[in-house]
């Protein structure tokens, strides 16, 4: 892929976000895709991660996690408190907060030129299956030509990386979960063929509806880490308790 967005980008807590919207991420998205397919489909996929407040911590506590974020060509800001941050601070802004569940919704909906296929990498079977299922009914745009459960040992990468190259998906998205969705991405980025390959944590268990998104005001407010605690304490509650403010504490430190 030779021509590529020149995305703006912002510094914040150590690490380079790009500013733009989610409509600017899925036209380019749109333009890479092209790009994909006049190269026979044998270019390595542009790398997407999502950056929170538990990815902002690990980013400084983990070298692994932070070495593989290094080889994203967007990071984007999934946690709203990074876009206002980039308001309060002297940097440049970013527009809007860019939510994978949101991006996952928007490029199922985009008006391509053809179906745009997706392969989906992580979950358990049982959601994963749901998943496909749920995009099947929800979104006729979309064409879901392979899936893969998060389950599987290191010896097994190999064929996962066969599987999704003899697809060649536009879109491969992997969730599952920091760090190992990065971890996965950063090691066989060379080697996978696709279009975009966009890290989405626990995205599928919102299209199946087993998650639920937060109300209007709370996600307005930044607040809807809040509501995904009080849904699920006891998986959160640690995360949450350690790394949201170590993550404020980060973005205010290194302010730039």
């Not at 749109?30 to 997407?48: A, G, K, Y």
């Not at 358990?124 to 745009?141: F, L, M, N």
């Not at 893969?148 to 599987?163: C, K, L, S």
């Amino acid at each position: 892929m030779t021509d590529w967005w020149d995305f703006k980008t912002t510094r914040i807590g150590g690490v380079e976000l790009v500013t733009a919207g989610r409509r600017e991420i899925v036209n380019a998205l749109q333009h890479d895709i092209t790009v994909f397919e006049r190269n026979d489909r044998e270019s390595s996929p542009r790398l997407m991660f999502d950056l929170n407040g538990q990815g902002l911590s690990l980013f400084h506590t983990d070298p692994a996690f932070k070495s593989a974020m290094l080889t994203a060509d967007v990071v984007h800001a999934d946690g709203g408190f990074l876009v206002s941050l980039s308001k309060l601070l002297r940097i440049p802004k970013i527009k809007e907060r860019t939510a994978t569940t949101d991006i996952f919704t928007d490029i199922a909906t985009y008006n391509f030129s053809r179906r745009v296929t997706f392969f989906l990498l992580g979950g358990t079977e049982d959601v994963s299956h749901r998943c496909a299922q749920a995009i099947k009914e929800k979104y006729p745009g979309v064409e879901v030509v392979g899936r893969r459960n998060g389950y599987f040992a290191e010896e097994d990468e190999a064929n996962v990386v066969d599987e999704i190259n003899r697809l060649t998906p536009d879109v491969l998205w992997v969730g599952m979960g920091k760090p190992l969705e990065q971890f996965f991405a950063a090691k066989h980025a060379k080697s996978l063929k696709a279009g975009w390959l966009i890290t989405c944590g626990g995205c599928y268990n919102f299209v199946t509806g087993d998650y639920k998104r937060a109300p209007r005001w709370m996600q307005y407010f930044n607040m809807e880490w809040v509501y995904r605690l009080i849904s699920d304490p006891r998986r959160l509650f640690f995360r949450y308790l350690i790394t949201t403010p170590h993550a404020l504490y980060l973005s205010l430190k290194r302010a730039e």
